[in-house]
């Protein structure tokens, strides 16, 4: 199963034990933001797409759903 951004947000952070709320507050964003990523609502600016890839150590690729 091909797997997009949003999935791969939520399935990361779900492998982290994070909340929503958790997760938000790590990286100074709103829950409702992580929310919407993880419904594919709404799609990151660059800058946060690659806060998360820092942040859980994956490539833009990977969290992408590209590999």
């Known amino acids: 199963m091909e797997q ?3 999935s791969r947000l939520k399935e990361l952070r779900l ?3 994070l909340t929503e709320n ?3 507050r ?3 964003l709103k829950k409702e933001s992580i929310l919407n ?3 594919g609502k709404q799609i990151p600016r ?3 797409f690659l806060k998360f890839c820092d942040f859980f150590e994956v490539s ?3 969290l992408a759903g590209l590999e």
């Open 15 to 17: 492998k982290n034990g």
């Open 22 to 24: 958790q997760l938000a």
């Open 46 to 48: 660059l800058k946060i």
């Open 26 to 28: 790590k990286l100074d």
């Open 37 to 39: 990523y993880e419904n």
């Open 60 to 62: 833009a690729d990977y």
């Open 4 to 6: 997009n951004f949003a």
